[in-house]
């Protein structure tokens, strides 16, 4: 046993860091050193307590992350100490109705490490070889931490089945938000989004994005006057809000599609004679597979989607109680990363963006 220092989750809105222990790792288990862990628009929900039912206190958070292989237990081949890594924080039952219909990614008993099981923000990480995804040597790991977020947007992007030409309204301009609006974008369509934060616009905008105010402009006449009255061919909700759920879909043409990627913790209101009246149809996008995270890996390594642009932060792991009481004050910030290691010079690094 080794002690090593973890971020704990003890109460609604209470983080503390204190020592942690690691064993060695057993069959089939890689012990990680993480290196830089985001904080996420969930961990952000957890730490407020709207997740208590799920999240067994006190737990260690985190599932946005990259970091390299520290030893490999039995059994485990092909990964060696110091390989630079990201993780698929998914452990399936491979038994229940929806892995057997092919759908692993949201088995009905899903273990989703960091939620349900113990998570990044710590300086050792054990868990399945199989969640492994290995990184080029060449991508910097505070970029690689984007890794997660970015299989998210490939997937959305892929469940909502855009072709190029397409137009493309994201309502939501968040992290996850932005990176679809890259990877839709990167697949050929013509994109908008339609963000709160004057900030997190600017941002966009420095990213070569279009980006709408939903306070300042009427998005559903700007959507009519941009697509000769057609409507935009998919809506993207990743705002989480009401209001959101509404701009998305009064912006879609005649059998457009709504993918939905934001988690709604409450009903909310649509209105289902639009669906209707134009043929409408719902998509829901949830996590991700092996697939995505490779093409995700690919993505940032290729500059495609340019990750260092969207890290606004990097705090040391000791800090990540302020770190997440500044995110949610609703700083000018985007993506925010936790140091782990503390040996990068990039955790004295002041705030950029
Ligand atoms: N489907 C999935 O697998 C998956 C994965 C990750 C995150 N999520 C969810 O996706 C959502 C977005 O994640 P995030 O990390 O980018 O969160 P975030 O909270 O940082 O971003 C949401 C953005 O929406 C903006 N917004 C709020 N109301 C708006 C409105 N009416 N119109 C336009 N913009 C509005 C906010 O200003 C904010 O920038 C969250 O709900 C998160 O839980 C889903
Ligand atoms: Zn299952």
Not at 205 to 228: F, M, Y
Not at 278 to 286: F, K, N, S, V, Y
Not at 296 to 305: E, M, P, S
Request: glycine share 8%; net charge negative; hydrophobic share 45%.
């Amino acid at each position: 046993m080794a002690t090593t220092l973890a971020v704990l989750y003890t109460a609604a809105r209470t983080l503390t860091t204190g020592p942690a222990e690691t064993a060695p790792p057993g069959p089939g288990l890689v012990e990680l050193a993480p290196a830089y862990v985001g904080i996420c628009g969930t961990d952000l929900h957890i730490f407020h307590g709207d997740m208590d039912a799920r999240v067994k206190a006190p737990a260690v958070l985190g599932h946005e992350m990259s970091g390299r292989v520290v030893r490999t237990g039995p059994g485990v081949e092909g990964y060696a100490p110091g390989d630079p890594v990201t993780v698929m924080p998914l452990r399936w039952d491979d038994s229940c109705p929806a892995c057997r219909r092919g759908h692993r990614h949201i088995c009905q008993n899903l273990d989703f490490i960091g939620i349900d099981s113990p998570g990044a923000m710590q300086q050792r990480w054990t868990v399945p070889a199989a969640t492994l995804v290995r990184l080029p040597d060449s991508l910097p790991l505070d970029q690689a931490a984007l890794v997660e977020p970015t299989a998210v947007a490939v997937h959305d992007v892929g469940r909502a089945a855009i072709r190029s030409g397409e137009r493309v309204v994201v309502v939501g301009g968040g992290p996850v938000g932005t990176l679809i609006a890259l990877v839709a974008k990167a697949t050929g369509a013509d994109v908008r989004v339609v963000e709160l934060s004057a900030h997190r616009r600017r941002l966009a905008e420095q990213l070569g994005l279009t980006t709408w105010d939903p306070d300042a402009d009427d998005v559903a006449k700007l959507v009519q006057q941009w697509t000769d009255d057609a409507g935009a061919d998919v809506a993207f909700e990743v705002s989480g809000a009401e209001a959101g759920v509404a701009t998305a879909v009064d912006a879609l043409a005649v059998r457009g599609r709504l993918c939905l990627v934001a988690i709604h913790p409450r009903p909310r209101q649509v209105n289902l004679h639009r669906f209707f009246w134009r043929e409408l149809t719902l998509i829901g996008a949830r996590l991700y597979d092996r697939a995505d995270f490779e093409t995700a890996v690919r993505l940032i390594a290729d500059h495609v989607v340019p990750a260092e642009k969207l890290i606004s932060k990097i705090v040391p792991l000791n800090e990540t109680p302020s770190a997440f009481e500044a995110l949610e004050a609703g700083g000018d910030m985007m993506k925010v990363l936790i140091d782990c290691a503390g040996e990068s010079p990039e955790s004295a690094k002041a705030d950029v963006a």
